[in-house]
């Protein structure tokens, strides 16, 4: 019997996905800038994102992918940094699927 097992590289794409079209950019204002974020994730071969907030009432900014591997947060897509060092990170925020909403991640 095979034992080992290649670690799985779980992704946040669909959280994102259902974040950005359910929340962040809901509504018929913002519909053409969540089809053009929407279809850059599509495209995105990394399986880890972040959002950016404006600030905390989670207004969106910019999509960034994160890399594990370099610690690194590269923009994707939307207006602010092209790059966030640990030290430009506020907060941390969770989505929730079911509430449709960010809540703050003590840390």
Do not use: W
């Not at 946040?12 to 913002?30: F, R, S, T, W």
């Not at 992918?65 to 207006?79: A, D, N, R, W």
């Not at 966030?84 to 989505?95: E, F, N, T, V």
């Amino acid at each position: 019997p095979r034992l080992f097992k290649e670690p799985s590289a779980k992704s946040n794409k669909p959280i994102i996905q259902n974040a950005i079209a359910h929340c962040c950019l809901a509504g018929k204002v913002n519909e053409a800038q969540k089809n053009a974020i929407l279809e850059e994730i599509e495209r995105c071969e990394s399986n880890h994102l972040i959002i950016l907030f404006r600030d905390g009432g989670c207004q969106f900014r910019a999509l960034y992918i994160y890399s594990p591997e370099t610690e690194e947060i590269v923009k994707l897509k939307g207006t602010g940094p092209r790059a966030i060092s640990r030290k430009m990170i506020d907060r941390l925020y969770k989505y929730s699927s079911d509430r449709k909403q960010f809540t703050v991640i003590p840390a």
